[in-house]
């Protein structure tokens, strides 16, 4: 029982623990943060699946249009789009870009641009149809977006993270306000710790989260892991980690440029295949 209730609270409570397993497992995860996508998503990843690649980095996205389709639906704007209406929604949304570049210009933003979220198992017509409407509606510069490996496995559960799987699913208004909460509780009994978030929230510029990364070995050898090292990586894990990292393949619509054919039932799994960073095509067609 005593050993029970010893693994439960923080380390300290039971006599400490020496330096080397300490700085072993400040260590350990310090490297495994690092070996992820630990920069907020620029995009999120909802209701569709989307096909892996591992030969594209992390992309920068500018604030464009987004349309999420999968084999059962089409969704623009987070609203449920009838095939039949994209065209015209996405024509109202052009006009709506032009007149506010022309009342507010902004140097390097591409009005024509447009991100498509495309379910793996998508049938090529679908994503041939959805392309060809964007381009006709004035988005004719699209980027597909696709997942890329998350780098390391999520650690192993600890108690404290129903707690944070509540948060994460639970208004998202209330979302940094009661992760914030968790992270002082959990954090208390490690002064050092408590210093490495007041520095980091104080630095202007850079990333803050390489240089939260940076600060957690030194921070938890100098308190000798003075609180629950479970629940620390935990919070940490869901503070830090982006699960779904994403990257962006854009793909030049050019006239003089053959299209590109494929059967109408192949899935963007295999279709995708098709795309490279110098893919140009006049458009997408089904092969008939």
Same mark, same amino acid.
């Given at each position: 029982?005593?050993?029970?209730?010893?693994?439960?609270?923080?380390?300290?409570?039971?006599?400490?623990?020496?330096?080397?397993?300490?700085?072993?497992?400040?260590?350990?995860?310090?490297?495994?943060?690092?070996?992820?996508?630990?920069?907020? *998503?620029?995009?999120?990843?909802?209701?569709?699946?989307?096909?892996? /690649?591992?030969?594209?980095?992390?992309?920068?996205?500018?604030?464009?249009?987004? !349309?999420?389709?999968? !084999?059962?639906?089409?969704?623009?704007?987070?609203?449920?789009?009838?095939?039949?209406?994209?065209?015209?929604?996405?024509?109202?949304?052009? /006009?709506?870009?032009?007149?506010?570049?022309?009342?507010?210009?902004?140097?390097?933003?591409? %009005?024509?641009? !447009?991100?498509?979220? !495309?379910?793996?198992? #998508?049938?090529?017509? =679908? %994503?041939?149809?959805?392309?060809?409407?964007?381009?006709?509606?004035?988005?004719?510069?699209?980027?597909?977006?696709?997942?890329? *490996?998350?780098?390391?496995?999520?650690?192993? =559960?600890?108690?404290?993270?129903?707690?944070?799987?509540?948060?994460? &699913?639970?208004?998202?208004?209330?979302?940094? &306000?009661?992760?914030?909460? %968790?992270? /002082?509780?959990?954090?208390?009994?490690?002064?050092?710790?408590?210093?490495?978030?007041?520095? %980091?929230?104080?630095?202007?510029?850079?990333?803050?989260?390489?240089?939260?990364? @940076?600060?957690?070995?030194?921070?938890?050898?100098?308190?000798?892991?003075?609180?629950?090292?479970?629940?620390?990586?935990?919070?940490?894990?869901?503070?830090?980690?982006?699960?779904? *990292?994403? &990257? #962006?393949?854009?793909? +030049?619509?050019?006239?003089?440029?053959?299209?590109?054919?494929?059967?109408?039932? +192949? &899935?963007? /799994?295999? @279709?995708?295949?098709?795309?490279?960073?110098?893919? #140009?095509?006049?458009?997408? =067609?089904?092969?008939?």
């Amino acid at each position: 029982m005593k050993l029970a209730v010893c693994i439960a609270i923080a380390l300290a409570g039971c006599g400490g623990r020496s330096k080397e397993s300490c700085r072993a497992d400040a260590d350990a995860l310090a490297k495994l943060l690092a070996s992820t996508d630990h920069e907020p *998503p620029t995009l999120f990843v909802r209701g569709v699946k989307l096909v892996e /690649r591992t030969d594209l980095t992390r992309s920068e996205l500018q604030d464009a249009p987004v !349309i999420r389709a999968s !084999i059962d639906a089409i969704v623009f704007r987070d609203a449920t789009v009838d095939p039949g209406d994209l065209r015209a929604r996405l024509s109202a949304t052009r /006009r709506e870009y032009d007149d506010e570049m022309a009342r507010h210009p902004i140097q390097g933003v591409d %009005v024509a641009r !447009i991100y498509f979220m !495309i379910d793996a198992g #998508t049938p090529w017509s =679908r %994503v041939a149809a959805i392309v060809g409407d964007a381009d006709a509606a004035g988005f004719g510069h699209p980027a597909f977006v696709f997942a890329r *490996p998350l780098g390391a496995s999520p650690p192993p =559960r600890a108690p404290i993270d129903d707690e944070l799987d509540a948060i994460a &699913s639970g208004d998202p208004a209330n979302h940094i &306000s009661k992760l914030a909460e %968790v992270t /002082r509780r959990v954090i208390d009994g490690c002064p050092a710790m408590i210093q490495v978030f007041g520095n %980091v929230a104080a630095t202007e510029g850079g990333s803050k989260a390489d240089a939260l990364i @940076a600060g957690i070995a030194p921070a938890l050898v100098e308190c000798n892991c003075n609180l629950d090292v479970p629940a620390f990586r935990s919070v940490m894990w869901h503070m830090l980690v982006n699960e779904h *990292p994403t &990257s #962006t393949l854009a793909v +030049t619509i050019d006239p003089s440029a053959a299209p590109i054919e494929l059967p109408g039932i +192949t &899935s963007w /799994r295999e @279709a995708s295949k098709r795309l490279t960073r110098d893919t #140009t095509a006049t458009s997408f =067609r089904v092969q008939r």
